[in-house]
Antibody
Framework: EVQLVESGGGLVQPGGSLRLSCAAS????????MSWVRQAPGKGLEWVSV???????YYADSVKGRFTISRDNSKNTLYLQMNSLRAEDTAVYYC?????????WGQGTLVTVSS | AIRMTQSPSSFSASTGDRVTITCRAS??????LAWYQQKPGKAPKLLIY???TLQSGVPSRFSGSGSGTDFTLTISCLQSEDFATYYC?????????FGPGTKVDIK
């Protein structure tokens, strides 16, 4: 059974850093495209980043230069390193597998950026 | 970036109704269009990909159509579990973009 479990969210001050993790089971992260999508409270879905099986990465303009997507093949885990956090980064962050569409999603982890 | 719009933004419907939601892309995206259902406090669920292909396990009352810039999601006979917010998503080019969502609630 495919499962994605995010962790690492929490309260952080503006300018701070946080690393989100997404532990996968039932498939191999490194053989798939994987993505992060976020949702601010009461708002719609916003794509954040993707990492290809070959290692190429893409980012939304809103996070480019501040966020880094990566994976640990030995742990079958996807990461999102978030630096220079801003209030507008406050959101639930979902990891998702990119198949035909975004076919599997985690339950999400809440990141709150506030002083 | 490709801008996605949806209409209506929200509406009320009754169980058994036929429901149609429209999604429009600001430029042609071929059939690189997916639809998702999201319920409060839950992750989105993939319903349709490639504009018209039903995801495995999704009831056949859901269907999608369109190509280029105009797309529709149809629910042929609304069930109680279908009251939710629906998002379209283009994956033709980066940045991937979602529509603003259409909330379907109970009349």
């Amino acid at each position: 059974e495919v499962q994605l479990v995010e962790s690492g969210g929490g309260l952080v001050q503006p300018g701070g850093s946080l690393r989100l993790s997404c532990a996968a089971s039932g498939f191999t992260v490194s053989s798939n495209y994987m993505s992060w999508v976020r949702q601010a409270p009461g708002k719609g879905l916003e794509w954040v980043s993707v990492i290809y099986s070959g290692g190429s990465t893409y980012y939304a303009d809103s996070v480019k230069g501040r966020f880094t997507i990566s994976r640990d093949n030995s742990k079958n885990t996807l990461y999102l390193q978030m630096n220079s956090l801003r209030a507008e980064d406050t959101a639930v962050y979902y990891c998702a597998r990119v198949g035909d569409g975004y076919d599997y999603w985690g339950q999400g982890t809440l990141v709150t950026v506030s002083s | 970036a490709i801008r996605m719009t949806q209409s209506p933004s929200s509406f009320s419907a009754s169980t058994g109704d036929r429901v149609t939601i429209t999604c429009r892309a600001s430029q042609g995206i071929s059939s690189y269009l997916a639809w998702y259902q999201q319920k409060p406090g839950k992750a989105p669920k993939l319903l349709i990909y490639a504009a018209s292909t039903l995801q495995s396990g999704v009831p056949s009352r859901f269907s999608g159509s369109g190509s280029g810039t105009d797309f529709t999601l149809t629910i042929s006979c609304l069930q109680s579990e279908d009251f939710a917010t629906y998002y379209c998503q283009q994956y033709y080019s980066y940045p991937i973009t979602f529509g603003p969502g259409t909330k379907v609630d109970i009349k």
